[in-house]
């Protein structure tokens, strides 16, 4: 496996149900970030972690909770979500955060559907 | 806060026709300016950057410069391939400590033979 990989790449839930979704970065980056995209808005930035780390955690209701077991795998573990969820969740990565940019690499996504 | 502003689409082209796609932003200071593109199926990819204001930024045929004075960063290709058909994103990010990247909404770009 090369770059971003997420998994599953659809997952369709109920409201009840719990699920979660992972990523796996193959580039040795010390940064990982999960994105929210729904149709015809922007990409919302959900959370951020750094060597392990959470750094940013941008108002996201608690029923998306994140994991970073190391800096080459997060996770965000889903809970009694509700259909306004169902969006493209992406995972990127980067080699730091800091001064200066460091560019993301995105996984291809999960496409949620919560019924 | 910092915002982009991207042009709707669907964008519908003529395979070798121009491209422009329009990009302005709001932002103090100097931020850095990119275009990702995200083909169908994908996640998005890094098409070009400009890092301080009258830079060029420039790959696979498609340019975009920054400008200061008009806060904009439009992309550019002069002839565009059906294999260009993708979303294109503009987005800016801010130099110093935690970088967030602020993304526009996407443009549908469709190139027809």
């Known amino acids: 496996e090369t770059g971003v990989t997420q998994t599953p790449r659809h997952l369709v839930m109920g409201m009840t149900n719990k699920k979660s979704l992972k990523c796996e970065q193959h580039?040795?980056?010390?940064?990982m970030y999960w994105y929210k995209q729904s149709a015809k808005k922007p990409l919302e930035l959900m959370f951020v972690?750094?060597?392990?780390?959470?750094?940013e955690n941008n108002s996201v209701p608690s029923r998306f909770s994140p994991e970073c077991p190391n800096s080459s795998h997060l996770f965000l573990h889903l809970h009694t979500l509700q259909p306004e969820d169902s969006a493209l969740y992406l995972c990127a990565s980067s080699q730091e955060i800091g001064t200066g940019y460091n560019e993301q690499f995105f996984g291809p996504g999960t496409r949620l559907t919560v019924l | 806060g910092d915002s982009v502003t991207q042009m709707e689409g669907p964008v519908t082209l003529s395979e070798e026709a121009f491209l422009t796609i329009n990009c302005t932003y709001t932002a103090t200071g100097y931020p850095s300016l990119f275009w990702y593109v995200q083909y169908p199926g994908e996640g998005l990819q890094l098409l070009l950057k400009?890092?301080?204001?009258?830079d060029k930024g420039s790959n696979k045929g498609f340019e975009a410069t920054y400008r200061k004075e008009t806060t904009s960063f439009h992309l550019e290709k002069g002839s565009v391939q059906v294999s260009d058909s993708a979303v294109y994103f503009c987005a800016l990010a801010r130099s110093g400590g935690y970088q967030k990247v602020t993304f526009g909404t996407g443009t549908k770009l469709q190139v027809i033979p």
């Open positions: 972690y750094s060597l392990e780390e959470r750094v």
């Open positions: 400009a890092t301080k204001a009258d």
């Open positions: 580039l040795g980056h010390n940064a």
